[in-house]
């Protein structure tokens, strides 16, 4: 398998899943041009769930998202705009707030993509998660021989020139949406120092864990399912003079592609732990 350039570049504070491999990383996060329609849409259930947990006493904090999302593909001259747009209901301890979110980024004749809107707060959106929504013909074919693990390199989800370090493993696919698949598992890790969001004046100093599964489909190579999870184990500092507080959080994002009139049963698919060998199990059938 080849190197590709990375989807796209990032810079500053990011939040989790916005991680893009750069140069030299695994092919499965490259996106250009494939085979398709120029004009499609998918529409997919969006979850997620977000956990904070203060190790010293026990106390925890959840924040949980549940609605549903719609990828329009459009061509536009040389260019391929892809947007998402998401209705969720966002369930947190102030209360209940239903939410709209909205993303757009054009993949320019070159390969890359240039991220033309981002209205996407809490990153609910198929394009603010750390694969790519699409594949080539040839990327996919080389995920498809994928058979043992292959390492890659990921830009750390809150910025910076932090790296995580981690493999890319073939998973068990199934079908999805009436759609046969072919699954890749990523996990990696890193050092994480960073402010922390909805902490005004907090940052936290530790490891970060990224692990998932995405599910691409065989026929047009379009991200139909993804399940990623990024746990932060860490010192809180907060204060002056700043005290040290040791704080698990944890953030998942579960997002399937679906059919049918109306809104998509919400439900969550949780991510799928390892089995021996490092592959996955299938993804849960509706």
Do not use: W
């Not at 997620?48 to 959840?62: F, H």
């Not at 990696?188 to 909805?198: D, E, I, K």
């Not at 809180?236 to 953030?251: E, K, M």
């Amino acid at each position: 398998m080849q190197s590709a350039q990375a989807c796209r570049e990032q810079g500053g504070l990011r939040e989790p899943f916005r991680a893009a491999v750069r140069r030299g990383a695994a092919v499965v996060v490259a996106l250009f041009f494939a085979a398709r329609p120029v004009c499609a849409d998918q529409l997919y259930s969006t979850n997620g769930e977000d956990v904070y947990r203060i190790e010293s006493s026990g106390a925890v904090s959840r924040i949980v998202y549940a609605g549903s999302e719609r990828l329009f593909v459009k061509q536009e001259g040389k260019q391929l705009r892809f947007e998402a747009a998401a209705h969720y209901l966002r369930d947190a301890p102030d209360g209940k707030s239903d939410v709209s979110a909205r993303s757009v980024q054009v993949l320019m004749p070159d390969g890359t993509f240039v991220d033309r809107l981002d209205e996407d707060p809490d990153f609910l959106t198929i394009l603010d998660q750390p694969f790519a929504v699409r594949l080539d013909a040839a990327t996919l074919h080389d995920v498809r021989e994928l058979r043992g693990r292959l390492p890659f390199n990921a830009t750390s989800p809150l910025g910076g020139d932090t790296v995580l370090r981690g493999f890319l493993r073939p998973g068990v696919s199934g079908p999805i949406d009436g759609h046969q698949t072919v699954a890749i598992r990523f996990q990696a890790q890193g050092p994480m120092t960073g402010p922390l969001r909805g902490y005004n004046g907090a940052t936290v100093s530790g490891r970060m864990l990224m692990d998932g599964t995405a599910y691409y489909a065989l026929d047009d190579a379009t991200l139909l399912a993804l399940n990623a999870t990024l746990t932060i184990d860490a010192q809180l500092y907060q204060g002056q003079p700043p005290a040290a507080v040791p704080v698990q959080i944890i953030y998942r994002r579960s997002i399937r592609a679906t059919t049918g009139a109306g809104q998509p049963a919400v439900r969550t698919l949780q991510p799928t732990p390892l089995a021996t060998g490092g592959e996955t199990g299938p993804p849960p059938t509706p």
